[in-house]
């Protein structure tokens, strides 16, 4: 398989307010990943963990601090910026919230067309143009002229979707594209992903905080905490044998409607709060809240140490 995007030892730190002796946040400090084409790859954990902030950065919405972003091999950084342009064409995205991402002055045809028409189409093929990327993402063509505020939460970002595949990207940037949607909707828009990957060869950077979100829909996931990579693999072989403390806590967290109370496990509780990314604990920054902490843990960040094929940990003691 080809590699599609790289992210290479990639950081974001963030210049703290109060000039150059202020803290930097680094809300990314040093996550690799690939993404494979047509592979669905998640990035997941908790709020304030850089799960955006790592898909921000290879879009070129996040200033990046060290590291590599590659594109089908080739370095951003070592493009020219009409190259770069051209190939962040390539790479989409699809934010969380559908209402701030639609002009709501704007028909959803105009919404659709946007980078159409940025991109110097002629008028009869934008107008062809919207009505197959409508009718791709289950919309009907004849609501073109319907402003964002007539149309469900569903339907908005089914015209997010629309706009994002617009110049057939083969990368879509999934920034939790269901968390503002109704449980119901969600798996309606899940669906349409998968449907669409299969029909287009999408690959996706699948960015979510729900687990259940990610059993569904994803072929490997990233478990972040703190800016960092602490896990990795197969999402069925991560989900079924997690091996990192914190994968295990996110995992016994998941709600499991379908099995008895008795069978579900029990329910890890992590003490405290996500530390402050701008004054992580020293050595392994899961430390302040790990079950199994001991002293050596607090002396090195461990490194992403590989077990088995295709799975990475960060633990000096892994399940
Ligand atoms: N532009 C910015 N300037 C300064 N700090 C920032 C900026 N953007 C993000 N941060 C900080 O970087 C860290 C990571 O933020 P990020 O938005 O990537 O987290 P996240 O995992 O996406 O969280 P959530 O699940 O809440 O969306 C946070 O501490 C955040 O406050
Ligand atoms: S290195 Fe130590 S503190 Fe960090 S996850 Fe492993 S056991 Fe826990
Ligand atoms: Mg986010």
Request: some cysteine; overall charge positive; charged content about 20%.
């Amino acid at each position: 398989m080809t590699a599609l995007l790289e992210l290479q030892d990639l950081k974001v730190h963030f210049p703290g307010r109060g000039g150059r002796s202020a803290p930097v946040t680094r809300a990314v400090d040093g996550v690799s990943l690939t993404i494979h084409q047509g592979e669905t790859v998640a990035v997941v954990g908790e709020s304030g963990c850089g799960k955006s902030t790592t898909g921000n950065a290879a879009l070129g919405l996040a200033p990046v601090t060290g590291g590599r972003i590659l594109f089908e091999g080739r370095d951003l950084a070592t493009l020219r910026p009409a190259e770069r342009r051209a190939l962040w064409q390539q790479m989409q995205v699809v934010f969380q919230d559908p209402v701030s991402a639609l002009n709501p002055r704007m028909s959803i045809a105009r919404s659709i067309a946007e980078p159409l028409v940025i991109n110097g189409w002629p008028a009869d093929k934008v107008r062809a143009r919207v009505d197959e990327l409508m009718e791709l993402v289950g919309l009907n063509p004849d609501q073109r002229d319907r402003r964002p505020t007539a149309l469900s939460g569903g339907q908005r970002q089914r015209v997010v979707i629309a706009r994002a595949l617009a110049l057939s990207p083969k990368l879509v940037i999934c920034d939790e594209p269901v968390s503002a949607l109704d449980v119901s909707i969600q798996s309606q828009i899940l669906n349409l992903l998968l449907r669409l990957q299969r029909d287009l060869g999408l690959s996706y950077l699948f960015i979510s905080h729900d687990l259940s979100v990610v059993r569904h829909i994803a072929d490997r996931v990233c478990v972040m905490y703190l800016g960092i990579v602490v896990e990795e693999g197969p999402v069925t072989e991560v989900f079924a044998h997690p091996h990192h403390p914190y994968t295990r806590a996110l995992i016994s967290a998941i709600p499991r409607p379908d099995v008895s109370r008795r069978d579900r496990g029990s329910r890890i509780l992590l003490k405290g709060d996500l530390p402050s990314p701008l004054n992580p604990p020293p050595g392994c920054p899961f430390s302040t809240r790990c079950p199994k902490a001991m002293p050596e843990c607090s002396a090195a960040r461990p490194p992403l140490e590989q077990i088995g094929k295709d799975r990475q940990v960060r633990c000096i003691a892994p399940d």
